[in-house]
């Protein structure tokens, strides 16, 4: 087990409902648990993977063509940022058994829309635009290439990696409004990352949120009603 310190490019967002984002633990598959990043240093905002407590910048798309390059900064020097700018982001409701209590599973993933500007970098600082704002601590899959009406055997070959996101969300609103378009996707109501990392069993990860360092939700993406797999397939036969 490994810890994770937690083009075309859609992020799957809200796999594992009910954070500041917080380490997963995730099985190695097949193969060297890669990490990568988008960072700022100076004025420019690159695309890198991470060496150790040095990050490797990469020149060209991480969503199209790109090679490594010769420079390197260390990790603690750098600002890291949300690590992609997706053009959708696609939430998951009440996919996680323990979430769901006594309510019958769905037949099938029952999605929603956030939107790309909800997002922020892990560290930034959330709005609070009502009192009764929570956490929800999430795995988020990286989509990194085009699919569209995708076989649920071929689906994650479509994923680029996964990272940590918060599903901040409202509750008075989202229990007053008809659609939760504020209560889930109200500017800095999705916190993200930092790395994007590839090379893991999605389906068996660990995911631990703490507040002011106290533990509030211990779960495993193997208790998800819908595997990453079917979310994939799924979707893209309705959304690109």
């Known amino acids: 087990m490994n810890t994770l310190r937690m083009g075309v490019a859609v992020v799957l967002f809200g796999l594992c409902a009910a954070g500041i984002s ?45 090679e490594k390059t010769d420079i390197t900064h260390p990790l603690d020097k750098v600002t890291l940022l949300v690590p992609t700018t997706p053009t959708k982001v696609v939430a998951l409701a009440l996919n996680y058994r323990s979430h769901l209590g006594e309510r019958v599973p ?71 409004d008809i659609q939760w378009w504020r209560a889930k996707g109200s500017d800095t109501f999705g916190p993200c990352g930092p790395f994007i990392v590839s090379g893991l069993n999605y389906d068996n990860l660990n995911l631990e949120l703490r507040v002011n360092g106290k533990p509030r939700q211990q779960t495993n993406t193997n208790l998800l009603i819908h595997d990453t797999a079917k979310i994939v397939s799924f979707l893209s036969n309705r959304v690109t």
């Open 22 to 66: 917080t380490p997963l633990q995730a099985e190695e598959v097949g193969g060297a648990v890669t990490k990568y990043v988008r960072f700022k240093v100076a004025d420019r905002v690159v695309y890198g993977i991470v060496e150790g407590e040095r990050v490797r910048e990469l020149s060209g798309d991480l969503f199209q063509l790109w």
């Open 106 to 176: 769905s037949k099938d993933p029952q999605a929603f829309f956030k939107v790309p500007s909800s997002l922020i970098r892990h560290e930034a600082a959330i709005q609070l635009p009502t009192e009764n704002v929570h956490y929800e601590g999430e795995l988020v899959l990286v989509i990194g290439k085009r699919a569209k009406d995708v076989d649920e055997a071929d689906a994650l070959d479509y994923v680029l990696g996964v990272t940590c996101g918060n599903d901040v969300s409202a509750r008075d609103w989202q229990n007053n």
